[in-house]
């Protein structure tokens, strides 16, 4: 067996254990290299057809959303990047400290005609899950939340003055 043979094999039982299932319509994707193709474009598109396949899985899907935060004498803001999230699948709350934003997006909407076979995508499709950890002196009991075109601006304003703790 050759090392492309090797890798190509590892690869396959690679995407087993991601997905749990075999390729889609009982494809493989180990096969033998024809002796008339050229070996390098072979194997890209192999390559491309894997990577096409994971790209298709739901358990690649999840995802932490990128997250910028900005802070002002006021105000902290957080600027949540969630493309394709609508108002109904997005969830704000807090936990303690903490902001959790929760989002879902889902397929899209109408963008790509039906039966349409994916090839290659790396906009993510899922849930996603980010938590805002902030200094103590944010106003949690205020938090604002807006959502304009696919970024989520997150506007806490700052305590007047630092929470006291009582030492015993």
């Known amino acids: 067996m050759s090392e492309i043979d090797r890798t190509i094999e590892g690869v396959e039982q690679l995407y087993r254990s991601i997905t749990g299932h075999p390729p889609e319509n009982g494809e493989t994707i180990h096969e033998v290299i024809p002796s008339a193709t050229d ?40 600027l949540v990047d969630l493309p394709g999230v609508s108002r109904e699948a997005l969830k704000v709350s807090v ?50 939340a807006k959502l304009t075109d696919g970024v989520l601006l997150l506007r806490v304003p700052r305590a007047a003055t630092p929470r ?5």
């Open 39 to 78: 070996p390098t474009r072979w194997v890209e598109r192999q390559m491309d057809r894997l990577m096409s396949l994971l790209a298709a899985t739901p358990e690649a899907e999840s995802t932490s959303a990128p997250l910028g935060v900005w802070e002002t004498p006021e105000h902290y803001y957080a």
């Open 95 to 144: 936990r303690g400290a903490e902001i959790l934003v929760e989002a879902t997006r889902t397929a899209f909407s109408g963008a790509i005609p039906d039966g349409a076979v994916v090839r290659y995508r790396e906009q993510r499709i899922g849930s996603s899950r980010r938590l805002v950890a902030l200094p103590p002196d944010a106003n949690l009991e205020h938090v604002e």
């Open 164 to 168: 006291a703790v009582s030492v015993k």
